[in-house]
Structures are given as structure tokens and as C-alpha cells.
Nanobody
Framework: QVQLVESGGGLVQAGGSRRLSCAAS????????MGWFRQAPAKEREFVAAIDRFGYNTNYADSVKGRFAISRDNAKNTVYLQMNSLKPEDTAVYYC?????????????????WGQGTQVTVSS
């Protein structure tokens, strides 16, 4: 079975930066595209960013475009989300997910495996 473990969440001031990591265990990491989603209390899970299996293509939600950057290191079986210029509305649990499709989908049903999430709180 695969296991995805997020880390790097925490409390950050508005305007600050944070980098999230997602480490894949017992996973043929390089065959999966990876995505980041987030969910705030009483809100639906929303797409944040995605990257294809080779790191050639990326996709971002309009709300984070220009502020967040997704990247991956296949040698380390890890995907990252660099978050800059953070806003209070970025506060959420952030989840990484893996998809078997050869694309950068923005919809949750396209992702097969999910991590447990890491909390990011942005204070004003």
C-alpha cells in the first residue's frame, strides 16, 4: 500500500512564506502526478496545484497563481508546495494526493491516493 505524509504546516504571519513537503513511502513515485488540495472548516476541498510525473507541467488554482509554486524531486520521492505572500484565507488543512493519469488534473476524483493533511494557519 502507498503512504503519503505531509509536513511543514504551522502558524505563519500574513505576508509570510511556508514550504510544505509530501513524502511518499512504498510508492513508485515517478509514475504518479501529484497534487495539493486544501480544505477549510465548513468548506469543500479545493484544488491548489498539481504537477505531472516528470515535473514538466504544472497547474494552479487562480487564487494561488503567482504566490505558490509546486515542485517535485523524484529521487527523494517528495513533492513540495512553496507558499509565498500568504493570506488569512489560505488557512486550511493541506493535502497531497497522487494520480495515475498522465496529466495535471484539478479535480479530486482524479486522485487515487491521499495523505492525512497538514494544518496551515495564517494570522493577520
Amino acid at each position: 500500500q502507498v503512504q503519503l505524509v505531509e509536513s511543514g504546516g504551522g502558524l505563519v504571519q500574513a505576508g509570510g512564506s511556508r514550504r510544505l513537503s509530501c513524502a511518499a513511502s512504498v510508492l513508485p513515485f515517478s509514475i504518479y502526478g501529484m497534487g495539493w488540495f486544501r480544505q477549510a472548516p465548513a468548506k469543500e476541498r479545493e484544488f491548489v496545484a498539481a504537477i505531472d510525473r516528470f515535473g514538466y507541467n504544472t497547474n494552479y488554482a487562480d487564487s494561488v497563481k503567482g504566490r505558490f509554486a509546486i515542485s517535485r524531486d523524484n529521487a527523494k520521492n517528495t513533492v513540495y508546495l512553496q507558499m509565498n505572500s500568504l493570506k488569512p484565507e489560505d488557512t486550511a488543512v493541506y493535502y497531497c494526493a497522487a494520480t495515475a493519469v498522465i496529466a495535471v488534473p484539478s479535480t479530486a476524483p482524479m486522485y487515487r491516493y491521499w495523505g492525512q493533511g497538514t494544518q496551515v494557519t495564517v494570522s493577520s
